[in-house]
């Protein structure tokens, strides 16, 4: 065999050497079985419930039933009760307006059992708008979705609107704010998480994608109010949690 020959030989041979060199390290992707995540929802705290003007109260004494009473907070935030007078009952919680009777009664009554009972709420409700089949007030005994306050709204007019498109506005820290929600991930049947409103929340559904949310709240806030059959007075620092008292329209 020539040397060039050799040399031929010597090189196809190192190239077979390589090529099973290669062959023999390739890795393939295995088949890896993953368990899916449980999906496990947001776990919401319950909401503190602190009472407003409007809100129905019935008030009962065990021991002297005679002092029985049903009322309704005035406009000044108070109720009058007998042999007391009149008591601050806006922004406590139900407890906190049952300890403040318990220690007034207790100078003129000896056997004291109160219960404090809130048979209505009149400010724990959202309002729905824009291109919605329903717009208007929400109820809102419990916990309430965004998605749940639109469907309670009729649903979302498709003409117009859309599941992608929710604007969420809320008064808070003297000045209304809000944020974009798509609510056409959760119909698919994805599990997004879901958005819980709170009182006086406002869910909108305007025609077009909003970009800068806060800039075009401040432009059209004064339009949206209207349209959802409702005023508002701003009460800053108010014993109300979202510094507004709301006076539905006539």
Known sequence: MTKKKW???V????????LVLLIGCQTYPKEVKVDPIAYKPKEYPEPEVRLSP???LEIRFFYTPELNTVQTIRPDGKIALQLIGEVMAQGKTPIELKEELHEQ???????LDITVIVQTFSNRRVYVGGQVNTPGSIPMPGK???LEAVMLAGGINLTNGSYENVLIIRYEDNKWAGGMLNL???LEGEKAEQFCLEPQDIVYVPETRIVEVNRWIDQNIDRILPSIGFTYTIVPGGPNPLGITVNPAP
């Open 7 to 9: 040399q031929i030989a």
């Open 105 to 111: 009664y207790k100078q003129h009554i000896k056997q």
């Open 54 to 56: 409007g809100d129905t």
């Open 144 to 146: 309430l979705t965004a």
């Open 184 to 186: 056409k991930r959760v």
């Open 11 to 18: 090189a196809i041979t190192g190239c077979i050497s390589v």
